[in-house]
């Protein structure tokens, strides 16, 4: 396995709509996928997609926070690829995010509070998920890359980004 370059915004691939996979099984992808996990897992994220390593593909990858991966101590890393959304009610909520490819930043994201997901595992199989909270939230953001979006593009207000300690004094405590 090995460590992967990510792409910082104003790369071009950022804003690019990335192409189906083809071929999901193919051995290319698995080592892709298991390539992209370690590069997440050593910049301490907690999502990647495709693109973030200059793979224009519908590929991400991201972490579970849940009581599973707490209570079994190893990290569980869900990979989706051709992933499909759909917003499973109106609801939305606004929470800070950040990005790999947009070190020590944070902004304001408005998202769908619950969503329910599909795509296929690197085996082929396909997956089908509801998701709320982080894990709906951070599997929006990751599909948001397939389409050239970042999350500078969804801010709630312009004002709303800023460097993670800046924010953390002047917005977070605000907004207790
Ligand atoms: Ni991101």
Avoid at 16 to 25: A, E, G, M, P, R
């Amino acid at each position: 396995m090995s460590i992967l370059k990510i792409a910082r915004l104003g790369h071009p691939i950022l804003y690019k709509k990335t192409s189906l996979v083809d071929n999901i099984i193919e051995p290319g992808i698995k080592k892709l996928i298991h390539d992209m996990s370690e590069t997440m897992i050593d910049y301490k994220g907690i999502g990647l997609a495709a693109p973030q390593v200059h793979i224009s593909k519908q590929i991400i990858i991201f972490r579970m926070f849940d009581d599973q991966e707490k209570e079994s101590n190893e990290i569980k890393i869900t990979a989706l690829i051709n992933p499909r959304i759909i917003k499973t009610s109106e609801e939305t909520d606004d929470k800070w995010e950040g990005c790999l490819s947009i070190p020590g930043m944070l902004g304001l994201v408005k998202r769908y509070s619950s969503i329910s997901y599909e795509g296929f595992d690197m085996n082929g199989n396909k997956i089908q998920q509801n998701a709320n909270g982080s894990h709906a939230r951070v599997v929006q953001h990751e599909c948001d890359h397939l389409n050239g979006i970042v999350f500078t593009h969804r801010l709630v207000d312009k004002k709303a980004y800023g460097y993670e300690d800046e924010i953390e004094e002047y917005w977070n405590k605000k907004h207790e």
